[in-house]
């Protein structure tokens, strides 16, 4: 167990809608990234929030966005979804922003569109 | 911008034998480097990283890595592995300017009895 928590575990929804991931870091980590994981696309990165604050972004579209709360847990919102959305979404967290901190992975959301 | 080739997509070995994983990186600036585990239905976990200093790092679990400049790799061995072992691999390096992991296609490796 990372400490690091990802709700849902499991998400199914159609082709247009609206879903939002939620991450909760260990505690004491200040630093959240998220990413998508895919047959085709592999593991990717999606963004960084450290504090409250975006402080890196990766390949996120734009339909995507992500935002991180006072009490530091993270919430990653997918709008107008399309098939190729399904992926295996995680979550990390670490203590700081630094790359050389270690990232601690949730167990991620796994996300179906149908 | 930095990028990570992971040479093999499956490694198939018997149980005891030894492995290698492959990993090459491409980067201009000095680089930390990352091994990651990710079991089946489960997120990553670190198994090793280099950061500096001595070129051999080592996990918990048996798995080694060596940092080899010259060559651009960062390739991960066990002498012999275990059922237990069997896994998705990742290999990830950092990139400074961009401020995220870049991670490798990954690795599976199967071990048969």
């Known amino acids: 167990d990372s400490g690091v928590t990802q709700t849902p575990k499991h998400l199914i929804t159609a082709t247009g809608q609206r879903v939002t991931l939620r991450c909760s870091p260990r505690?004491?980590?200040?630093?959240v990234y998220w990413y998508q994981q895919s047959l085709d696309q592999g593991l990717q990165f999606l963004i960084q929030y450290y504090n409250g604050e975006e402080r890196a972004k990766g390949n996120i579209l734009e339909r995507f966005s992500a935002q991180q709360f006072p009490d530091l847990h993270s919430e990653l919102n997918l709008s107008s979804l399309e098939l190729g959305d399904s992926a295996l979404y995680f979550c990390?967290?670490?203590?700081?922003?630094?790359?050389?901190?270690?990232?601690?992975f949730g167990p991620g959301t796994r996300l179906t569109v149908l | 911008a930095q990028s990570v080739t992971q040479l093999d997509s499956q490694v198939p070995v018997f149980e005891e034998a030894p492995v290698e994983l492959r990993c090459n990186y491409s980067s201009s600036v000095s680089v930390y480097l990352f091994w990651y585990v990710q079991y089946p239905n489960q997120g990553l976990q670190l198994l090793l990283k280099?950061?500096?200093?001595?070129?051999l790092v080592e996990s918990i679990n048996g798995f080694e890595a060596e940092f080899n400049k010259s060559q651009t790799s960062f390739h991960l061995r066990k002498p012999s592995v275990h059922i237990s072992d069997t896994a998705e691999y990742f290999c990830a390096v950092s990139d400074l300017r961009a401020q995220k992991l870049v991670f490798g296609q990954g690795t599976r490796l199967t071990i048969n009895p």
């Open positions: 990390a967290s670490s203590v700081e922003g630094n790359l050389y901190n270690e990232q601690f």
């Open positions: 280099y950061l500096s200093g001595s070129t």
């Open positions: 505690s004491g980590d200040l630093s």
